[in-house]
């Protein structure tokens, strides 16, 4: 904590915050829907030694949920081999032993998925499991239009770019458009959105809800991102790195890919590295599981799409033209993985209790590795929230500043793509909080609630290599 900035930081006890939310209505669901997902599992289990192993954890989760309703103290976390456990203990310690309904917002929330982790990785027969994997395939099942959609536009692009005929003007618009893409899939993560129904998930996800979305972006600095990738092009650099701190997988991570696949082809990377979690983390966030379910239903899209659902529906099939716009990705990105210009490259570091603040000295090999990248993307809210530390800054308060450690003259260039689903917020205009507030106003928290609803987004960008 002694690298933490003295801002104060959101807690779970302040009824005007999207964590006394969380802590309350969000966190007992999502546990009862992980009981759900392993009672489901433990049923078709035959191997009685492992069934019994089950039910124990099924328990454990059980009294996790009991602790957390009833304001009991977060616990030390039990020693399962890793080296942050003793991190997180000693944070316990030093924050006074902490109960759920007053404490630190950021903390608890990792806390509670590194608990969840433990029960699984200190068990025998359960290790690798992820209570969240049977809900991020099935939303990116639902994502078939998107899916589709995005496939046949990419092919188009790439065409349009074999023949060479873009200008700096035409590459700018496209840079932004495979931008704003990859942004607005960070809208339908699935531990915000635990009741979205089919068609609520198509909706938020096809070109017109994100042409509609344009000027929900409060903050845009996508020109200075391309302007320093176009540069790095323009002087043949000849290592032109991009790394992309992952978030959600399903749709989000298929759509990080689309932008990775457009980065390397346009030449504005030489290669991209995607930093995904070791352990199942906020619901959806991307484990290295997750790639290969997804790269697995891109090289059979026919047989994924039309698959019977659980409750025995077939979906229509896909056309010949859909199936080989899909296998056009799955093609791409298979070639670039090869080629060792698409690099998987998960670090514990994500997983921790503590922001952003703290890497460059509980993770300076992080530290020295982001800074070989000429630009870092952090995706998503939860990204976001780790740069400025969960802290309630002034809203107009520089991002630059926010992000401390990781700002000027760190040597990382930093991108954030986040759109809003936690009360921080920084860089904005003057003003534009009090306008976005008018909005909810009358509203039973009288919070920052404009920013828990995903509708907002802000491209934050800043260059720390000078
Ligand atoms: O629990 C709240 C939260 O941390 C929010 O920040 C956000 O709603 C969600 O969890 C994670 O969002 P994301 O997947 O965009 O990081
Ligand atoms: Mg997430």
């Known amino acids: 904590m002694e690298f933490d900035p003295k801002t104060p930081v959101y807690l779970t006890s302040d009824p005007k915050s999207f964590g006394h939310k969380s ?8 546990l009862t829907g992980a009981i759900d997902d392993l009672h489901r599992t433990v049923a078709d289990v035959t191997d009685e030694e492992k069934r019994k192993e089950g039910k124990t954890i099924i328990e454990e989760l059980a009294k996790l949920k009991y602790e957390l309703q009833h304001d009991r103290q977060l616990i030390p976390l039990e020693d399962d081999g890793e080296p942050d456990i003793e991190e997180y203990n000693e944070e316990l310690e030093q924050r006074g032993n902490p109960k759920w309904h007053s404490v630190s917002w950021l903390f608890s929330e990792c806390y509670l998925y590194r608990r969840l982790a433990t029960l699984f990785t200190r068990s025998k027969h359960w290790k690798g499991y992820d209570v969240f994997a049977r809900q991020k395939m099935s939303t990116f099942k639902s994502s078939r239009p998107a899916v589709l959609e995005l496939a046949a536009r990419y092919k188009e692009l790439a065409i349009e770019a074999k023949e060479g005929k873009n200008t700096e003007e035409s590459d700018r618009l496209l840079f932004s458009e495979m931008c704003e893409i990859c942004l607005w899939g960070n809208a339908t993560d699935l531990s915000l959105l635990t009741n979205l129904t089919y068609e609520d998930i198509q909706k938020l996800q096809g070109s017109e809800a994100r042409k509609a979305a344009e000027n929900n972006i409060l903050v845009n600095d996508l020109n200075a991102a391309f302007d320093v990738l176009r540069q790095a092009r323009e002087e043949n650099k000849p290592e032109r790195r991009v790394d992309i701190v992952l978030d959600n997988a399903g749709f989000e991570l298929f759509v990080d890919l689309i932008l990775a696949g457009y980065l390397l082809s346009s030449g504005l990377a030489t290669s991209v590295v995607l930093r995904p979690k070791l352990i199942p983390w906020f619901v959806s966030d991307v484990i290295p599981r997750d ?12 047989g994924f ?15 010949g033209k859909e199936v080989d716009e899909v296998k056009f990705l799955f093609d791409q990105w298979s070639h670039f993985h090869a080629e060792g210009k698409l690099i998987i490259r998960p670090h ?7 922001s952003y603040w703290r890497m460059p000295h509980v993770a300076p090999d992080l530290f020295e590795d982001l800074k070989e990248a000429e630009l870092v993307l952090f995706k998503g809210d939860l990204n976001y929230r780790k740069l400025v530390n969960d802290a309630d800054w002034d809203p107009t308060t520089p991002f630059t500043t926010a992000i401390g450690p990781l700002g000027p003259h760190s040597g990382i260039r930093v ?23 008018k909005v909810y106003e009358g509203s039973a928290t009288g919070g920052r609630e404009w920013a828990w609803s995903g509708k907002w987004a802000v491209i934050s960008f800043c260059d720390g290599k000078v």
């Open 415 to 437: 991108m954030s793509f986040r759109t809003c689903k936690a009360d921080c917020v920084v860089g904005l205009p003057a003003g534009k909080d009090e306008e976005l507030r």
């Open 23 to 30: 802590v309350n209505d969000r966190w007992p669901v999502i």
């Open 291 to 302: 790639f290969a379910d997804l790269i697995q239903a891109i090289a059979d899209p026919q």
């Open 305 to 319: 799409y039309t698959a019977p659902d659980e409750s025995g529906n077939k979906q229509s099939p896909l056309s």
């Open 348 to 354: 514990r570091f994500w997983t921790a209790g503590g």
